[in-house]
Nanobody, 115 residues
Framework: QVQLVESGGGLVQAGGSLRLSCAASGSIDSMAWYRQVPGKQRELVAH???????NYADSVKGRFTISRDNAKNTVYLQMNSLKPEDTAVYYC????????????WGPGTQVTVSS
């Protein structure tokens, strides 16, 4: 069983930056960041494959960057030019592909952007 530990959330003013980190306790394949606000579905923010291929939600393109350190089983989300609408709980997601695909979620970290 892989555990995910997130860090880096907090309160920031609009236009500011935050960096989220998520460390996995074991070997994983694809990783991603999702976010959720109360009353809405969880949405994909950014995804990265083990080879470094990335894709982003249109709302964050050009502002957020996802990266990973495979040696540390860690994924990062650099968030720049933050907007109040980026306020959400951000969740780390990871997949481990073997004879079956296992999916893991972190507990979430709150990001609040004030106007």
């Amino acid at each position: 069983q892989v555990q995910l530990v997130e860090s880096g959330g907090g309160l920031v003013q609009a236009g500011g930056s935050l960096r989220l980190s998520c460390a996995a306790s074991g070997s994983i394949d694809s990783m991603a960041w999702y976010r959720q606000v109360p009353g809405k579905q969880r949405e994909l923010v950014a995804h990265i494959t083990v080879g470094g291929g990335t894709n982003y939600a249109d709302s964050v393109k050009g502002r957020f960057t996802i990266s990973r350190d495979n040696a540390k089983n860690t994924v990062y989300l650099q968030m720049n030019s933050l907007k109040p609408e980026d306020t959400a709980v951000y969740y780390c997601y990871a997949e481990s592909i073997g004879w079956a695909t296992s999916v893991y979620w972190g507990p979430g970290t709150q990001v609040t952007v004030s106007s």
